[in-house]
């Protein structure tokens, strides 16, 4: 009864529609063992990705001040407009998904998609830094229909006074490929803006801070759902340097239209003044990101220059270099201070005419006046006596053509011509007349402005080389001071204690008796002095630098101190292409030793009470009682 | 009429899995809404079930025969609903599915599944042919085609094809010859490359081409494939806990208290929980097919085999949609989604099948 014919023919369908189902449901598992199983780790991973996000929290970059507590770089708050890429397969996909809301440059998409990869996937991708608070409230506007897109706070670097010592501070930039290698960099990552020039750069592992962050959970609305983790960002520590902005400013208005370089020194210290290059530059163009353009026409511009010409740029020092012979010629005595030598204008030495810059020649000529005529003649002679190797010692031991050890990157080292050093680096032999121009500091003779500064603070301070810097002190966001800086002597040269008093009373009266500084005089202030006028081209009998084209008109100097008993600044002043040193140069020099002892006594009267010192001064009080 | 031999024969192992499945569809829609603004949403589905059970029971009262007698009044009733809303209905998200009343809405699509498999089944038994020719075929197929065109028109492409697995379960079951199936499934690939280019709206074949192109747009269609997948990857073999889920518990996942249901069990219990509830499907689809196996006549096996074939269409097409091997297509899963119509008729359809096997020995 229970199985009539034709319920057995539907027997069959029905067998079929079994096996059917049980195909179907071991298709299903293995679809599910697939995705549950196999690829676990994948989608698992996406899954966090989804709704794990993190958001920084920069950490502001510490402050840099000059000695008074003066602000040089700071912060201002900025917005960057992010993008999450999470939910999309790729960066690509993810700006295509804004483009009708947020269009990109062209340009500015290329950057996004090749800071893609080296941004991990639950961090956005920057798509505007810098944004417009109305881009800003557009954005936040559409956090509903948009959920990807971000809005982060970001401190931006700040330079109140653009252009103002620009070389020396420096500036800062996203870390290159090369710093992503190098261990010193280890705790930035990709995209973070660090150091890239002068202090920002020498000083970046106490300017930046360490980014904190907030580990989010958030809804496919990406809003906040819950706080799992947050890490404080930690600012960066405040430098103050020994620079004085005010001196740098004025004596960056004394450069204006001219190109080269000032250091203003304390020979006592090796403290660093001011530090002038001109031209500058308005390091917050670095701040932002730079178009493609705009970076072209940035380098196109002569106006501007990154150049830190005091420590990077090498110079042929010319008659300044005659201090150095003098010492050298007087520790070596090979000569007397008193013993005169005779200039008829030239002198023929190896068969070659030297001529001096004084046609009719200065006749009878010892130390003081070769030193105050700057008298050639006197020197090439001293230059033949003590050959160039004996000249190229004292003038390493005396900080030529050595790096100072100032706390700046890319210093440069400069030269003093050997015969060994041609040997070595042309396979020729040494022509004793280049000796000659040695020793009047032509030729081969390269140093940085920075290296005479340094040379003169030890005439003046009596034979100690210190090393320059511009670091004062370090301190954290509440105003502690974590490091002081002292400063570093290199070495002490014991010289006879006459060789310098006699070269400082040559250099006194280059600026006082009638020497070639006379323009640098300034009264009620004793100072001393050497001119340098560096040729670029050999001049054949008397071409005058005026007929030159610009370009290869010498370089003028002027190297000096004051006050002349107790040297307290050293000013080394360097005008490319001047002309003439006494000409050019000198002038520029005394309104800096002019305006530097005015501010001392500003300052004096004004009692100069600094931000920072002042702290300190309480805080040593309080501790006290 | 009613009888105490009916009960020994009563399927009480299929009543019990339909309820536990139906309870664990009740757990898991309070998973996946107690965070949401509708937190109450499992005690309307208790509802639901609730109803659908005395539904079901009510049905086990009354010979199926005489049920079949009567659908086509039943199936009439069901496309005059059908039509209600395309007439008097007002538009929620595009579609016109709905009949409102009181607080209370319905689905006539599903009062008229339950119809059309009845009256379906009532024409192959009448019929009383061993095999069945084309010219057979063809007045069921108008039958399953009006309620399935009127769906279509609402618009719900997903729900007018379950008129389709009816039409064909049914029909395979009663002995359609194996070619004319095959004519039967090429008309309806004609019909379905017809409607792509006159009916088919928009979206619809948006929902299609990004499917098979899934790259196409993230943020919309495809994201929901994508979604899908990782919740139920990311589930693991242990899953992520109850009421853990991410991705459903932060609405990575769309509607997941009704189509995405299954999606949130393989996130949050895991391969081991997906095992558990297909091997639950598996035996509740065993035990259906055991009851079309021994029922009486062929009216019991049809529309045991009909509701056969509608619910494992719909399962299938579900866990394809979770899995990420088909298109997202609004279509529920039996007995775990949330929705009060859908719940009832898949109840009424058990009640049926239960009722078909208690009375295999009864005259």
């Known amino acids: ?625 | 009429m009613w009888e105490r031999r009916l009960l020994a024969n009563f399927d009480w192992g299929l009543l019990a899995l339909v309820i536990i499945t139906a309870a664990v569809g009740v757990v898991l829609v309070f998973s996946a809404t107690h965070k949401t603004a509708q937190p109450y949403l499992y005690l309307t589905q208790l509802l639901w079930v609730s109803i659908g059970l005395g539904l079901l029971l009510i049905i086990l009262f009354f010979d199926y025969h005489f049920l079949a007698q009567i659908s086509k009044y039943i199936y009439g009733i069901s496309l005059l609903m059908l039509l209600y809303p395309l007439l008097f209905g007002s538009e929620v998200s595009g579609v016109r599915r709905w009949i409102r009343w009181g607080g209370f809405s319905l689905q006539p699509s599903e009062v008229a599944k339950i119809a059309t498999l009845l009256l379906l089944a009532y024409y192959y038994a009448e019929m009383e042919k061993v095999v069945l020719r084309f010219r057979d075929v063809i007045i069921p197929g108008l039958m399953a085609a009006l309620p399935a065109g009127l769906v279509a028109l609402q618009p719900d492409l997903g729900s007018s094809l379950t008129f389709v697995a009816i039409y064909l379960g049914v029909s395979f079951v009663a002995g359609a010859r194996l070619r004319v199936i095959g004519q039967l499934i090429l008309i309806l690939l004609l019909i379905a490359v017809v409607s792509w280019f006159t009916i088919l709206k928009d979206y619809q074949k948006e929902r299609l081409t990004t499917f098979l192109k899934p790259r196409l747009d993230p943020a919309d269609a495809g994201y929901q494939v994508r979604q899908l997948k990782i919740a139920v990857g990311s589930g693991g073999i242990w899953g992520k806990g109850f009421l853990s889920g991410s991705q459903s518990q932060l609405e990575f996942v769309p509607a997941q208290h009704t189509d995405f249901i299954f999606s949130l069990l393989a996130e949050e219990e895991g391969f081991v929980g997906t095992v558990l509830m297909l091997a639950i499907y598996l035996v509740i689809l065993l035990r259906i097919l055991n009851s079309a196996k021994v029922a009486r006549d062929p009216l019991g096996v049809f529309i045991t085999g009909g509701f056969l074939s509608l619910f494992l269409f719909q399962l299938s097409t579900n866990i394809c949609m979770t899995a990420g091997l088909m298109p997202t297509s609004g279509l529920p899963i039996p007995l775990l989604s949330y929705g009060g119509s859908y719940m009832i008729a898949t109840l009424a359809g058990v009640g049926l099948v239960l009722n078909v096997r208690m009375r295999r020995t009864v005259n």
Request: with cysteine; proline share 6%; aromatic share 10%.
């Open chain 1, 1 to 625: 009864m229970r199985l009539q014919p034709e319920i057995n023919h539907f027997y069959s369908r029905l067998k079929v529609l079994q096996y059917l189902t049980i195909l179907l449901f071991l298709f299903f598992l293995s679809a599910f063992w697939y995705l549950q199983v196999i690829h676990h780790d994948y989608y698992s991973q996406l899954s966090e990705i989804n709704h794990l996000r993190i958001v920084s929290l920069r950490a502001p970059r510490g402050a840099i001040l000059d000695y008074r507590g003066e602000l040089l770089a700071g912060n201002r708050p900025s917005y960057n407009i992010a993008i999450y890429r999470s939910e999309f397969n790729s960066a690509r996909e993810a700006l295509s998904n804004i483009r009708s809301f947020f269009p990109l440059r062209p340009e500015e998409a290329t950057a996004v998609l090749q800071s893609d990869r080296s941004v991990p996937l639950n961090r956005p991708l920057v798509i505007r830094g810098d944004a417009s608070l109305e881009e800003v409230a557009l954005v936040e506007s559409r956090k509903v229909v948009y959920p990807n897109l971000s809005v982060e706070v970001e401190p931006k670097r700040l330079y109140p006074y653009h252009q103002l010592a620009a070389p020396t501070i420096g500036y800062i930039g996203e870390l290159s490929p090369n710093e992503i290698k190098n261990p010193a960099y280890r705790r930035f990552k990709a995209g973070d803006l660090v150091g890239q020039l002068g202090i920002e750069k020498t000083y970046n592992h106490y300017l930046a801070g360490t980014d904190g962050w907030i580990k989010q959970m958030v809804n496919s609305k990406g809003s906040q759902v819950r706080v799992l983790q947050r890490q404080e960002p930690q600012p960066g520590k405040t430098i103050t340097l020994t620079l004085d902005s005010h001196l740098q400013r004025y004596i960056e208005s004394l450069f204006s239209g001219l190109r080269g370089a000032a250091v203003v020194l304390s020979p006592q210290s090796g403290a660093i003044i001011a530090m002038v290059n001109s031209p500058s530059f308005d390091p917050n163009l670095f701040s932002r990101r730079l178009s493609s353009a705009g970076w072209s026409e940035w380098l196109g511009n002569p106006f501007y220059s990154l150049q830190n010409r005091c420590i990077q740029n090498l110079y042929p020092p010319g008659s300044a270099f005659k201090l150095l012979i003098a010492i050298a010629a007087l520790e070596e005595e090979v000569i007397n201070p008193s013993a005169k030598l005779y200039c008829y204008g030239a002198i023929y030495l190896y068969r070659h005419r030297f001529s001096c810059h004084a046609l009719g020649g200065h006749g009878l000529v010892d130390l003081y006046k070769g030193i105050v005529h700057s008298c050639n003649v006197y020197f090439y002679q001293l230059g033949q006596r003590l050959g160039a190797n004996r000249i190229a010692d004292y003038a390493h031991k005396l900080g030529l053509g050595v790096k100072t050890g100032v706390d700046l990157p890319y210093e440069k080292e400069g030269l003093i011509p050997t015969p060994q050093w041609k040997e070595a680096q042309w396979g020729e032999k040494w022509n004793p007349g280049e000796t000659i121009s040695v020793a009047i500091g032509q030729g081969a003779v390269q140093v940085t402005p920075l290296q005479m500064a340094v040379f003169i603070s030890a005439i003046a301070n009596g034979g100690t080389i210190y090393q320059p810097y511009l670091l004062e002190k370090v301190s954290d966001s509440w105003g502690r001071i974590l490091v002081r800086n002292h400063p570093k002597v290199s070495r002490r040269l014991s010289l006879k204690p006459n060789t310098l008093k006699q070269v400082r009373k040559g250099m006194w009266g280059v600026v006082n008796d009638n020497g070639t500084g006379w323009r640098a005089w300034v009264e009620g202030i004793d100072m001393a002095g050497k001119t340098g006028t560096a040729q670029l081209v050999s001049s054949k009998g008397g071409v005058s630098d005026k007929m030159l084209p610009p370009d290869l008109r010498s370089h003028a100097w002027f190297v000096g101190f004051a006050p002349f008993d107790h040297p307290e600044v050293v000013v080394v002043v360097l005008v490319e292409n001047g002309g003439a040193g006494g000409v050019a140069a000198a002038p520029i020099a005394g309104k800096i030793f002019k305006a530097y002892f005015a501010g001392k006594e500003e300052a004096k009267t004004a009692g100069r009470p600094t931000l920072s010192t002042a702290s300190q001064e309480s805080k040593s009080i309080s501790s006290q009682e």
